[in-house]
């Protein structure tokens, strides 16, 4: 696309079907590397991402000419079937309906960076669901808790 420039900053945040803890440390950068690859088939830059047991955090420098929603759904449908194609999790893996996703600047990358990094610690203090109802309440994201993921907590 001639003459069009963009610099779109998104965090995805999506959860494990049934909020079980099935993505093991032993597995995680296997898995990671794989969505990083996805991104990228998807000309979208993948800049850090995270996948703690229930939920992962990631985020992209998105291209203009792909939504949010579809590089979600394709992250979350094809990292579900190398999951269960390579039988890296007992029974089968799927994620939970919906994700939240959340714009940053450029000023604010190296932060948020750090803050998805920093998950393992970062949950020795705080749920996967206090985490996100802060993440929407800081972004002003009006929200029904009807329609929010399954809370296990």
Request: glycine content about 4%; aromatic content about 12%.
């Amino acid at each position: 696309m001639a003459n069009t420039y963009s610099q779109m900053y998104v965090q995805i945040v999506f959860a494990v079907l049934g909020r079980a803890n099935l993505i093991s440390e032993i597995h995680r950068i296997e898995i990671e590397k794989y969505i990083c690859g996805i991104i990228s088939n998807k000309k979208c830059k993948p800049l850090v991402l995270f996948c703690n047991p229930d939920h992962s955090h990631i985020l992209i420098g998105l291209h203009p000419t792909i939504s949010v929603s579809d590089i979600t759904r394709d992250i979350k449908a094809s990292s579900s079937k190398f999951i269960n194609d390579k039988k890296l999790v007992l029974g089968k893996f799927a994620w939970q309906d919906g994700f939240g996703s959340f714009t940053y600047s450029k000023s604010q990358i190296d932060n948020v960076a750090k803050y998805i990094l920093n998950q393992p610690e970062h949950h020795k203090k705080r749920t996967f669901r206090e985490e996100y109802l802060s993440i929407l309440q800081k972004n002003e994201i009006d929200f029904d808790e009807r329609y929010l993921f399954e809370w296990y907590d």
